[in-house]
């Protein structure tokens, strides 16, 4: 069956520090993969979304990047994070049509 | 005008009651709708979707679509206090099988 997860579930940054957040599937191959932000009482934003390995479209204008060195493997990365970059992290894929499920999710915290 | 809007509520019933859940979306292209619910402090979950104008069933949850008004609804049968948490309507948008999400509505259901 197919799976996704994505870690660290929960993580306090200091601002100005790096940010990686991993995100891996299981039983499947060449999915679209996705990651969102959810900020405190907003809807789900759409950051980055990536059809294939090194292939890589940004949504919006931002502190934050984004790899695919594997199939399976989507990374979100900072080198420098700010005070608005805490939020809820979701990586997303596509299982079929347009259906997307999400992981379990990362909590970010600058500080 | 934002591609889907929700009113954020909260929306409060009985345990017992019917919950109706309302969206409107603003692409009349849009072929497909989706449901999902995101209990608080977790990532959303698929509850359904629907293409066809009209009913579709799935145990307690009844999604509901007009497309000539541009809206979709969620009923929730003989509503749990489980039922409690944010609904997050959902429309596809153009590329890479990516959905519009909008920021949900809070459904507390009241022992």
């Known amino acids: 069956s197919q799976t996704i997860h994505q870690w660290p579930a929960t993580l306090v940054q200091p601002v100005g520090s790096p940010l990686s957040l991993e995100c891996t599937v299981e039983g499947t191959s060449n999915p679209n993969l996705y990651w969102y932000r959810q900020a405190a009482g907003r809807g789900l934003q759409l950051l980055f979304y990536s059809v294939g390995i090194g292939q890589i479209s940004s949504e919006v204008p931002q502190n934050l990047s984004a790899s695919r060195p594997q199939d399976r493997q989507f990374i979100l990365s900072s080198k420098k994070l700010l005070l608005s970059d805490s939020g809820f992290y979701l990586c997303a894929w596509v299982l079929s049509g347009n259906t997307i499920y999400f992981g379990e999710g990362s909590w970010l915290t600058v500080v | 005008q934002k591609e889907v809007e929700q009113n954020s509520g909260p929306l409060s019933v009985p345990e017992g009651a019917i919950a109706s859940l309302n969206c409107t979306y603003s692409?009349?292209?849009?072929?497909?709708f989706f449901w999902y619910r995101q209990y608080s402090g977790k990532s959303p979950e698929l509850i359904m979707f629907i293409y066809s104008n009209g009913d579709k069933e799935d145990g307690r949850f009844t999604a509901q679509l007009n497309k000539a008004s541009q809206y979709v609804s969620l009923l929730i049968r003989d509503s749990q206090p489980s039922d409690s948490a944010t609904y997050l309507c959902?429309?596809?948008?153009?590329?890479?099988?990516?959905?519009?999400f909008g920021t949900g509505t809070r459904l507390t259901v009241i022992p």
């Open positions: 959902a429309v596809p948008r153009g590329g890479a099988n990516n959905l519009f």
């Open positions: 692409d009349r292209g849009s072929q497909s």
